[in-house]
């Protein structure tokens, strides 16, 4: 599927809010009221202390996700030469039509012509198999080594990482 890949705008925030939020809760991920559904429905910080991107498909958008560089305040995992991207979402009525895979895609060919990248890292709740299969599909690995768990919590998280 085509997709367009572009920095987004506060007028865009609404729409990327409810994607965001919306995703979240369709793949059974968080309950509405789970502390981190704040985090991910705060697109003005997030565009302040990282860059939000969207995906659009026939003039509608459709998918949205965070990008952030190592010691910026949303990386969680990125090293020196790192993107981290963060955040994925796609509108659930577009799911399962190839946008998850537009949107990696385009977020790889976005970090191959940022100077001194030469890596993705993605950090991912063991339970979110769908999203595991994305990413290696489109070439990233384990990285077990840097796993962590989310800080107060049992939850571990993977690292993946796409070397470019």
Do not use: N
């Not at 729409?15 to 704040?38: C, K, N, S």
């Not at 952030?68 to 509108?91: C, H, K, N, W």
């Not at 070439?139 to 993977?158: N, Q």
């Amino acid at each position: 599927m085509r997709i367009s890949f572009r920095r987004s705008v506060p007028s865009d925030f609404p729409e990327v809010r409810r994607i965001t939020r919306d995703a979240y809760l369709h793949a059974g991920h968080f309950a509405a009221d789970h502390p981190y559904m704040g985090v991910l429905e705060d697109v003005e910080h997030r565009a302040e202390h990282a860059q939000v991107w969207v995906g659009e498909s026939a003039g509608r958008m459709v998918a949205a996700v965070t990008l952030t560089f190592a010691e910026q305040p949303y990386s969680e995992i990125a090293q020196d030469g790192e993107l981290e991207f963060r955040m994925l979402a796609v509108d659930p009525p577009h799911q399962g039509g190839g946008l998850g895979q537009a949107v990696v895609r385009a977020v790889i060919e976005h970090a191959r012509q940022l100077p001194g990248i030469k890596a993705i890292s993605i950090t991912s709740a063991t339970f979110m198999e769908r999203a595991h299969c994305l990413y290696e599909s489109r070439g990233f690995r384990r990285a077990p080594e840097r796993d962590w768990y989310v800080p107060g919590e049992d939850v571990l998280l993977w690292v993946f990482r796409l070397e470019l």
